[in-house]
């Protein structure tokens, strides 16, 4: 079965046939099994054996997405057949790169100040909201220049990660 | 052996079981303390009580003084171990054991004061002789001040809360349009560290290293146990530790040791205390702070001068003597700490919270796992993000990095996002391993801390995810289930838009 694998905008060309693997061309050999009772794989690949950790994507939904996090680094990969590929390429789904007009919370905390108001122009790198998390103060800042569309949490509010704090509308004075 | 008394550690985490460890070697019972959310967690366990001190948030915890003391009475224990953090430099705490009957495993409660207030620890320094940073000379109340005093120390200039510790309430300003923006931060955050808004300015040195020197005092020897080396910071939080200082030389550890002394000296110390310094490049060092208690990287100095700093309180504070030898000490051989923490390089290094799904710690010769993780912990955040500290030994600075490249390449969390990833890139660079540090270098180096994958893997990590997923696929049931239903109607629509054209 042949599979294309995008890594960080890369795209390798992966072909499984049993414990022989091609990618990009190049032919190796590589056995897949699970480490019982653990999280991790056990990756033979020309010889060397590895233990990954390596699951599904939490938010994969379904098929393809993968986390593998060798050597305490997180890696996500999407795994497509020829098919699948195909359909991407023609309905441009998959393609999420488009600017998001808000500022979402990265981490769980408690908002400690907002310092903006609705209809406020912002630069880039300007403070937007102060969130505490393990007791430290951690501003966010715009990370391009906006007007302030809408503020969504007060002061003392608990957030959740990707929870949205501000929204922008486009470029200052818009 | 029975043992003869029990000690209450007032802690969580990996200092609370390094603690408990240290108790049991010296034939002491440990008491442990826990909120609502430790109730599983490792230190309780290997504790021979524990006692329960209420919820979550440590302002109802680990922070609460009187369940703190009602816990140790209950208990039958006679000495309180406050570790790190918490309540580890609160006079208060001191006194109200003290007022308790109970011992405390510190300085006296008047070190503490004259200490924790870092205005008042400087001027106890230049009065017995150390160099201290030019600044504010106390509190700053209002931002005209601030701008004076700014003035006459000159800028770039760091405002720091009074009550400080942990790189909470500071900020350093480069010039006066940032003052009173930074006063506002750090004193906002001074009050929710220590419940104490007040900051002070003083001179930003440039480029200086961290070097701390480690003390101990018992009823009748005050000495030093050398440097500590710990430049590698971001936002003043330390991130490795080594011991001893490629910067030190036997000459400058003892005029460093000797002014820590003096220090210690003139507040009247007991037990195991740190002076933190700057160190200039030319050689000149400040006075920075003094912390009254147990340091997070006591390690590195435990493993090049061979004592047990945590054993040596509890002795001092039972009132016996240090077993450290007299006569000249030197360090032997070489000692690195890195803090394995919950921060996610991929998302700017911001705490990263889950349940340890696995865990697997670095051994073997030199390696050291001072960690209370386990599998089933859930790392929320309600306390610091620290997962563990590892620690290496070796005879000289090259084989100690070479040997925590080999032990980082063991570790494995799973579960939560760690600094793994930033370590190993760390410990591969060239100006890190050369020793060429300051208290800067991670600020000019963010791209070390930036989530980077190791581009020589990305062949091994496309055919693991190739086979997993070709392995997925054969095991699953060839009906129609999600998936197909989603690509089916990415063909209709794929369909309907090529009809469209």
């Known amino acids: 079965m042949k599979y294309f694998v995008t890594i960080d905008d890369r795209e390798l060309e992966v072909t499984v046939e049993g414990d022989r693997v091609t990618v990009d061309g190049t032919v190796v050999r590589a056995e897949l099994t699970a480490v019982p009772g653990t999280p991790l794989k056990q990756l033979t690949i020309d010889g060397k054996t590895l233990h990954w950790p390596m699951e599904r994507a939490p938010d994969g939904g379904g098929g393809g997405r993968w986390v593998v996090a060798p050597l305490g680094e997180s890696w996500d990969v ?11 390429r023609l309905t441009g789904s998959g393609q999420r790169k488009s600017g998001e007009n808000v ?67 486009l470029g200052p004075g818009a | 052996m029975r043992p003869v008394g029990r000690v209450l550690v007032a802690n969580r985490g990996e200092i609370a079981l390094r603690i408990i460890r240290a108790c049991h070697e010296e034939g002491l019972e440990a008491v442990a303390v826990y909120s609502s959310v430790d109730r599983g967690a490792q230190h309780v366990a290997q504790a021979d009580a524990a006692v329960a001190i209420g919820g979550a948030p440590a302002a109802e915890s680990y922070l609460v003084i009187d369940r703190l003391i009602a816990a140790a009475r209950s208990s039958g224990a006679e000495l309180i171990h406050p570790g790190y953090g918490f309540l580890a430099e609160r006079a208060e705490f001191a006194d109200a054991v003290a007022a308790a009957g109970l011992g405390y495993v510190g300085p006296p409660a008047s070190a503490i004061r004259a200490m924790g207030n870092k205005t008042e620890a400087r001027r106890w320094m230049a009065e017995a002789g150390v160099p201290v940073v030019p600044g504010s000379d106390g509190p700053v109340h209002d931002p005209a001040e601030a701008q004076r005093v700014a003035q006459r120390i000159g800028y770039p200039v760091m ?40 900051v002070y300015l003083e001179k930003f040195i440039e480029r200086p290293r961290h070097v701390e020197i480690q003390i101990l005092a018992d009823e009748h020897r005050t000495i030093h146990l050398g440097e500590r080396e710990c430049s590698v910071q971001r936002r003043h939080q330390k991130l490795v530790e080594e011991a001893p200082s490629v910067a030190v030389s036997p000459e400058l550890r003892a005029a460093m040791g000797k002014a820590a002394v003096a220090g210690a000296l003139a507040v009247g110390y007991r037990g195991a205390g740190t002076c933190e310094f700057l160190l200039a490049a030319d050689g000149s060092f400040y006075f920075l702070e003094m912390n009254t208690r147990i340091q997070v990287e006591h390690t590195v100095t435990e493993m090049v001068y061979g004592v047990d700093l945590v054993r040596e309180q509890l002795r001092i504070a039972r009132g016996q003597p240090m077993s450290v030898p007299s006569g000249p000490l030197a360090p032997h051989g070489w000692s690195i700490e890195c803090r394995i923490t919950s921060e996610d390089p991929s998302n700017e290094m911001l705490p990263s919270t889950g ?71 760390l410990f591969q660079d060239e100006a890190f391993c050369r020793g060429d540090i300051d208290i800067q270098f991670l600020d000019r180096r963010q791209d070390l801390l930036a989530g980077v994958h190791d581009e020589s893997l990305i062949v091994t990590v496309a055919v693991a995810a190739a086979l997993a997923e070709d392995q997925a696929r054969r095991s699953r049931a060839p009906t129609v289930g999600a998936d197909g239903w989603r690509a089916r109607k990415a063909w209709l629509q794929a369909a309907r838009h090529e009809a469209l054209r």
């Not at chain 1, 999407?78 to 991407?88: M, Q, S």
């Not at chain 2, 089933?376 to 290496?392: A, F, H, M, N, R």
């Open chain 2, 159 to 198: 405002v720091k809360a009074v009550a400080g510790g942990g790189g909470k309430g500071m900020r350093v300003v480069a010039g006066p349009e940032e003052l009173a923006g930074a006063l506002q931060a750090a004193a906002s955050e001074a009050e929710k560290a220590f419940g104490d808004s007040s």
């Open chain 1, 78 to 88: 999407e795994v497509l057949d020829e098919r699948a590929r195909h359909i991407r």
């Open chain 2, 355 to 425: 349940t340890v799904r696995y865990l697997r710690t670095p051994g073997g010769p030199g390696v050291r796992w001072d960690g209370a993780i386990q599998v089933g912990d859930e790392i929320t955040l309600y306390y610091d993000s620290l997962l563990g500290k590892l620690i290496v030994w070796a005879p000289d600075r090259e084989a100690a990095l070479g040997r925590m490249r080999r032990a980082l390449d063991e570790l494995i969390v799973v579960g939560v996002a760690t600094n793994q990833g930033f370590y190993r890139r």
């Open chain 1, 103 to 169: 500022l979402k919370a990265p981490m769980p905390g408690l908002v400690v100040r907002v310092e903006v108001e609705p209809g406020q122009a912002v630069v880039a790198g300007q403070g937007i909201v102060v969130l505490e998390a393990m007791k430290m103060e951690n501003e966010l800042r715009a990370s391009a220049a906006a007007t302030v569309a809408a503020v969504r949490v007060v002061p003392g509010a608990t957030v959740e990660k990707g929870e949205v704090l501000v929204e922008y509308s």
